[in-house]
């Protein structure tokens, strides 16, 4: 078994455990509560630390089911519906991807993130 990321589609993360080390169409359906019509897909892939991170779900859906995650460039582009499933893989095995790997990731496709709150602190009243 092995660790994967749901995004749900209202935006929280979740880790799921999925069977097989490698990506099953019916393993995805049955891991996503909010699915949309037709078949989950892979949606966008990235290079990252010698392994390539996975997105499936749908393109496809109606008003209300877009799902509010914000996808790392260049899939960043598109609207996706109903709940996400994020897998890491070396060659044809999926490999674990926890919510921190995944965090991690994020912030390195997305080039770091600066804490703005710690320049706000630096300026008192008497500054103005």
Known sequence: ?????????L???EEVRINDKTILRKQIKKKLKNKCT????ELGSWTYNNNKVKIYGWE???????????????????????????????????INFTKEDYNIFYK????????IGDTDSEYSDSDY
């Open 108 to 115: 390195k496709m997305y080039g770091g993130f600066e804490d």
């Open 1 to 9: 078994m092995i660790t994967a990321i749901i995004l749900n589609m």
């Open 60 to 94: 496809d859906g109606n008003a209300g089911q877009e799902n509010k995650h914000e996808i790392p460039p260049p899939h960043d582009r598109n609207l996706y519906f109903g709940d996400l499933l994020v897998v890491n893989s070396h060659g044809n095995n999926l």
């Open 11 to 13: 935006g929280s993360k």
């Open 38 to 41: 037709g078949i989950a897909q």
